[in-house]
């Protein structure tokens, strides 16, 4: 998908490159689809088809039915309209349990609950960057309207078992809503949500080659008749997300799920080998540490270095155009909270780098990363 062949990017958990295909699916959808859904004219007749079409097969790549899925404009959207919307609904308690780890879009929603008299309890990360899921699940009591938990942690990409958790949080209370952050596994993990106990699920399109602007919710539909979503409006989305639906991105985000799904354990593999490769060429680095804990998905190694800090040398390697990050893009610029929440000291924080791969990087990506990151550690330190 680069056009730039001297271009090495690898910040791919911050956003993927739109794929061509998909954009042409984008294009044509905007000339040929333009009436809107909810009309009743045969132009808007067919847009409404082809949205249902989009709906199904985007049903399929997480395993639950097609009325379970609503579209949204992002991960962030959806994470809050699923959590505020859980709160509204659950009236037996006051509780929300969540890991302490989470994306803004899940922790900051909590926070201001909390703020607003409810009991939330952030459960942090072991020192490796694991979560320890019987930690969280020894939160939960009969109080707990709401759990909260991402499948994979967006800046060192560990993994939860969530459904060990769904099946655990529905023991211990079965009217507590569960959701799950899937915005950094879906496309890189197998995701089957119907009969997992998972109450509600989230998806972006800007992960997966698809525009950013689109993304998806899952709602079970054994809660969806008693939910209250945050904000009113039109009849779209059946009342769960109101506003004319983004018909061109849907077929866009549907195009590029169905393109994926079928290649994801193969992406994994090339995924796997690339890791595998940075993770041999830092280990020439004394100084390096990494903070991605063993089973974090291949996709994501995160790494301090311990003596430059992370803007100087994320600039560094943007002069040859290198592209990788220090933390979560939408902490913008922020010390990152997942390797506070760690326990990593000060130093390990401020001098922190994430590479993230897809399957169009190459192993002259990382050669060309590791070349730069020798030469900048031995020219920056102490700038």
């Known amino acids: 998908m680069r056009t730039d062949p001297s271009l090495h990017y690898l910040d791919n958990a911050a956003t993927t490159i739109v794929d061509p295909e998909v954009a042409g699916v984008i294009h044509a959808a905007m000339l040929e689809r333009w009436a809107n859904p909810s009309s009743l004219y045969p132009p808007g007749a067919e847009s409404e088809a082809a949205l249902a079409h989009a709906r199904a097969a985007l049903a399929r790549t997480i395993g639950c039915k097609g009325r379970e899925f609503y579209f949204t404009s992002c991960g962030s959207e959806g994470n809050n309209l699923a959590l505020l919307g859980a709160a509204r609904t659950r009236t037996f308690g006051k509780k929300i349990v969540c890991s302490g780890f989470e994306h803004p879009s899940v922790r900051r929603p909590l926070e201001d609950l909390a703020a607003a008299g409810w009991q939330v309890v952030f459960v942090p990360p072991a020192a490796d960057g ?44 079965p009217r507590t809503f569960l959701h799950v952050d899937g915005v950094q596994a879906w496309m890189r993990l197998p995701v089957r949500l119907e009969g997992s106990g998972i109450d509600s699920f989230t998806v972006s399109g800007h992960k997966i080659h698809a525009p950013k602007g689109v993304g998806g919710l899952y709602l079970s539909e054994k809660v969806v008749q008693a939910f209250r979503p945050p904000y009113l409006g039109g009849e779209q989305e059946r009342g769960i997300r109101p506003g004319t639906e983004n018909l061109p991105y849907a077929l866009g985000l549907a ?129």
């Open 255 to 383: 195009a590029a799920a169905e393109k994926l799904a079928p290649t994801l354990r193969q992406r994994a593999g090339q995924a796997k080998a690339l890791n595998d490769r940075l993770r041999a060429g830092l280990a020439a680095f004394p100084t390096v540490e990494i903070n991605s804990p063993d089973g974090a998905v291949p996709e994501i190694l995160n790494f301090s270095e311990n003596k430059v800090r992370s803007e100087t040398m994320l600039a560094w390697l943007a002069q040859e155009k290198i592209y990788v990050s220090s933390a979560s893009a939408c902490g913008r610029g922020e010390p990152s909270h997942t390797l506070q929440a760690m326990g990593r000291p000060a130093r390990a924080v401020d001098t922190a780098i994430r590479v993230s791969f897809c399957a169009d990087n190459t192993p002259a990506d990382v050669d060309a990363f590791l070349e730069r990151f020798e030469a900048g550690m031995k020219q920056l330190q102490g700038v």
């Open 130 to 173: 694991s979560l320890d899921v019987d930690r969280l699940l020894a939160q939960v009591d009969r109080s707990t309207v709401l759990a909260a938990c991402m499948m994979v942690n967006n800046e060192t990409g560990a993994v939860c078992d969530v459904i060990r958790l769904a099946a655990g949080v529905k023991q211990a209370n």
